[in-house]
């Protein structure tokens, strides 16, 4: 009898302890559902339909993804993207692990060191564009400031040069990602077996050669996140570009999320706006499906 | 003494090294160091000298232009910033919990799907995020940007806290299971004690990004509720007037100094969220 009892006593609390984790995982299971693929969804519908300022239902096929392959601004946004993105991801990565090895030398003041290169990263891309605009600022940044120094030729105008002002983008981005690559590759060396650099060492080889021919080497999953996460920065970076040239001068210095929001919101393209948000997620898919079958692939064979 | 043993020998190399690093220390030090050399110099002296140039007279006159056109925005920032820390986080902290220890069937495919969220671009979500933003009446309110970067934070905080969580020993939870303690009694007496690190970590991560936020600012927001990052642009980038360079990079400094100074307080944590955010589990 007593057992019953407890039983149905306990009933109503088994059942609800056992509803109350997919409960509590619910909103964001609805949120995920809705909020990031039905809203993909969403966005690739638009991408086919001809709206403009206003969302409309009325299918016009691919034009809008024709349109954009006409529009001459697209390309130089896409251009853009390439060297922007090839530049910021090549130059961080080399700035990174350099600082990062040198760093690993049983420095002193190590900590401080680190602190200085890493704090670009916890400020916004509109603060560092705003900082970087002002420094390269033609009569008056560090173009003025060279030729105070003594370097009477010097001359940097790219922010108002059409064929050089990526550059400016690049240097500012570098700025701001290179310390975080160095925090990655320092961590991922404080994790190297210090016996295999004695071995080497007993055997004849050289610091450099130890580093480039053993060291690096058994950092190759270091180095395919830090290459993943800079390709992610560059297909996303929309601040740096509105703070630091708004995409100018003209659009020469657009880049694919500076053209979907300019074409989306400001110029009532939301059709074309759209097919360039598509296209921007799957530039992303591009990166990140390799990336994450490799990654897979050597979970499975650990 | 017996540690000077153990001390590298001074030879050219290490002299090498050491040049090299510390350059690297000034050039990442020269846009904040130009920063507050401008933020206190008067505009004549901006004209006069150069970027390095000590002020001829050191005047606050941009930091308080800059606060008294930045000031309302500033603490958008913090309308915003605050509720979306904690409303995600606390989330953020139930769904990892969930998702290592109360796995169901579906859960594991659930977190591959909330994965993607941490690659995103969120360029695809921004129309139907302002069409719902709209029909919910908080279209150009902080208080629709906090839902936004809720939503959008899920990722990232669920995914902190899911790998942290995935760590802590099985045996535990199970056993406080037959001791009869229940869902929200084993998270709070003995999951929560012990998630301090990864509180702070998931704190100052969510902190950063949206303090730092922009896209969803100029999107979402407009006129009175834009957060700071939106009236920084705006200030910078107006052509009318003549330029205060000095107003500008105060009003840059004051965007700044909020993620800079959790950055110097709890450099541990922030380095760690973004070395745990980078290396997926």
Redesign the interface.
């Known amino acids: 009898m007593s057992s019953v009892a407890v039983f149905s006593k306990a009933s109503p609390f088994d059942a609800l302890q056992r509803w109350l984790p997919k409960l509590v995982l619910a909103p964001s299971m609805f949120i995920v559902l809705v909020g990031f693929y039905g809203y993909i969804l969403w966005t690739f519908v638009l991408s086919f339909t001809n709206s403009t300022f206003l969302p409309t239902y009325k299918f016009v096929g691919l034009a809008q993804y024709a349109r954009l392959f006409d529009n001459d601004r697209w390309w130089v946004a896409s251009k853009n993207l390439a060297v922007f993105g090839g530049m910021f991801i090549g130059i961080s990565m080399v700035v990174g692990v350099l600082l990062a090895v040198f760093l690993d030398q049983r420095i002193r003041r190590e900590g401080f060191i680190r602190t200085i290169y890493l704090y670009p990263m916890a400020l916004s891309m509109i603060v560092t564009g705003t900082a970087w605009k002002w420094l390269l600022n033609p009569g008056m940044g560090l173009d003025k400031l060279l030729r105070d120094w003594g370097w009477e030729g010097f001359r940097l105008d790219w922010l108002i040069d059409p064929d050089r002002v990526v550059y400016c983008l690049v240097i500012a981005a570098v700025w701001q990602a290179s310390g975080f690559i160095m925090a990655m590759f320092l961590a991922g060396l404080r994790g190297v077996d210090q016996s295999i650099i004695r071995a080497a060492q007993i055997d004849g080889a050289s610091m450099p050669k130890i580093y480039w021919k053993v060291v690096l080497p058994s950092l190759r999953p270091v180095f395919f996140s830090a290459v993943m996460i800079l390709a992610h920065i560059a297909i996303k970076s929309f601040d740096l570009v509105a703070a630091m040239t708004a995409g100018g001068p003209g659009y020469s210095s657009d880049l694919p999320a500076m053209f979907m929001y300019s074409f989306t919101f400001s110029r009532g393209q939301m059709g074309m706006g759209s097919a360039s948000a598509i296209l921007m997620l799957g530039a992303i898919l591009a990166i990140l499906v390799p990336y994450l079958y490799s990654e897979l692939r050597a979970k499975r064979n650990d | 003494m017996t540690s000077l043993a153990n001390?590298?020998a001074l030879s050219l190399?290490?002299v090498a090294?050491?040049a090299?690093?510390i350059v690297?220390?000034f050039?990442?030090?020269?846009?904040?160091v130009?920063?507050l050399l401008?933020s206190f110099k008067s505009p004549e002296d901006?004209g006069s000298g150069?970027?390095?140039?000590w002020p001829t007279e050191v005047t606050a006159i941009g930091w308080i232009k800059a606060w008294a056109t930045v000031k309302g925005y500033f603490w958008n920032s913090f309308l915003i910033t605050v509720p979306a820390v904690l409303i995600s986080t606390t989330?953020g902290a139930?769904?990892g919990?969930?998702?290592s220890m109360?796995r169901?069937r579906g859960?594991q495919l659930?977190f591959g799907?909330?994965l993607?969220?941490c690659?995103?671009?969120?360029?695809?979500?921004?129309?139907?995020?302002s069409?719902t933003l709209g029909k919910m009446g908080l279209a150009s309110t902080t208080t629709g940007l906090v839902f936004v970067h809720v939503?959008?934070g899920?990722a990232f905080t669920?995914l902190f806290f899911r790998n942290y969580y995935v760590s802590i020993p099985d045996a535990l939870v199970k056993a406080a299971r037959l001791d009869g303690a229940?869902?929200?009694t084993i998270f709070r007496r003995i999951i929560l004690p012990m998630s301090t690190p990864i509180i702070m970590v998931c704190l100052i991560w969510q902190f950063?990004q949206i303090?730092?936020?922009?896209?969803f600012g100029?999107?979402f927001s407009s006129g009175d509720s834009q957060p700071i990052?939106v009236a920084?642009?705006n200030l910078?980038?107006t052509s009318t007037g003549v330029k205060e360079?000095n107003v500008?990079?105060a009003?840059?400094m004051i965007?700044?100094l909020p993620?800079?100074l959790?950055?110097?307080v709890a450099?541990k944590y922030?380095?760690r969220g973004?070395?745990a955010g980078?290396?997926?589990g």
């Open positions: 001390k590298p190399s290490r090294i050491y090299v690093l690297a220390v050039i990442y030090l020269v846009p904040l130009v920063m401008t901006i150069n970027l390095l140039s989330i139930l769904n919990y969930v998702l109360w169901f859960s659930f799907l909330l993607f969220g690659f995103l671009p969120f360029q695809t979500v921004l129309l139907p995020a069409f939503v959008y899920l669920t229940g869902f929200f950063t303090w730092n936020d922009f896209l100029v999107v990052t920084l642009n910078v980038n360079y500008d990079m009003a840059a965007a700044g993620t800079l959790v950055y110097v450099g922030f380095v973004l070395t980078a290396v997926k």
